[in-house]
């Protein structure tokens, strides 16, 4: 058949046709669609003119179908089952999902979820596998361009076809360990901390960062932040404040920091203090800054990819280290 003879065909008028073949009777079939019994009499002529064939024979006991009849009932049924199916909304068998997401998040945030998504994963979908990195320099860029599937970020706002969800807020802290000048106090001021050198993980500074608005005014103030080091390994950035560097890190981060450092032979003590008072009074989230997941908008009704991120979220919120959002 022709494209433009394809177009002729009407789907209500394939339903009219086998609910005719299924009743046997205008009338009752008209009964049964909720139709006149009039407007189905000229759908079967529409039928009747689309198929060249009268489809139909009036018997004592209602309606015979033509051989043709029988021939288009054995083919549109199987169309009309699969249309059907179309419109039912998805089911998701976690059991069976064999698929590989890509994760983009950073250490500090990627400890708030990750023990309890692999213990989830490993008996919910067995199947499913995560290939989780770091941030690189592009940012959203890699969500656009499917690099990453979701990712997790201290953001302010996401371009127009990246969508994003609060999770909560996350605290940053200071850790230093007795070789650093300033370990005998219980707080810090910022000209304190910046005298001497700074190690910073996972944080970085850059205008899409929730942070970016308090640095710049920290600027205005006379205060220019300028790590001495800045590093994503949590090993490097251990072997820095074994050696007196001050390491500034989110709160999950500095616990896990503190649990290594009680486990590690030959290591200076350590111990945690909060951002300087300075710092939490010019910042506009007092200095719990808002973590988001963000994803593209053409996974938004993804039932596999709604499912990870979903669950992402739960865990992440009953995170001690995470407060909710009000």
Request: aromatic share 6%; glycine share 4%.
């Amino acid at each position: 058949m022709h494209l433009d003879e394809i177009l002729k065909l009407d789907i209500k008028l394939l339903v009219a046709f086998v609910t005719i073949m299924e009743e046997g009777s205008v009338s009752r079939a008209a009964e049964k669609l909720g139709v006149t019994q009039p407007a189905l009499s000229k759908s079967l002529q529409r039928l009747r003119e689309l198929f060249k064939d009268s489809l139909f024979t009036r018997q004592a006991y209602g309606l015979t179908p033509t051989a043709r009849a029988t021939e288009l009932h054995d083919a549109i049924q199987p169309i009309l089952s699969s249309l059907s199916d179309l419109m039912s909304p998805n089911a998701l068998d976690l059991k069976t999902l064999d698929r590989r997401f890509k994760l983009r998040v950073d250490e500090g945030d990627l400890e708030n979820f990750i023990e309890a998504l692999l213990a989830s994963m490993h008996y919910e979908a067995p199947k499913v596998r995560l290939s989780i990195s770091s941030w690189g320099e592009s940012h959203f860029e890699e969500i656009i361009s499917g690099n990453a599937d979701l990712g997790i970020m201290r953001v302010s706002d996401t371009p127009n076809n990246v969508r994003s969800k609060l999770i909560g807020y996350m605290e940053v802290c200071i850790i230093l360990s007795e070789a650093h000048p300033l370990f005998q106090q219980d707080s810090v001021t910022v000209s304190e901390l910046l005298n001497h050198k700074v190690v910073t993980h996972h944080l970085r500074s850059e205008n899409k960062t929730s942070f970016s608005k308090t640095e710049q005014k920290l600027k205005q103030q006379g205060h220019t932040i300028q790590p001495s080091l800045e590093t994503d390994s949590l090993m490097v950035a251990m072997q820095a404040v074994k050696r007196g560097m001050a390491l500034v890190t989110s709160r999950s981060i500095g616990d896990l920091f503190l649990q290594v450092m009680c486990e590690k032979n030959n290591f200076y003590p350590v111990k945690l203090i909060e951002i300087p008072q300075e710092v939490i009074e010019l910042d506009e989230y007092n200095g719990r800054h808002p973590i988001h997941i963000c994803w593209h908008e053409r996974f938004n009704n993804d039932l596999a990819h709604r499912w990870l991120r979903e669950k992402i979220i739960a865990f992440m919120r009953e995170s001690p280290w995470m407060h909710l959002p009000t």
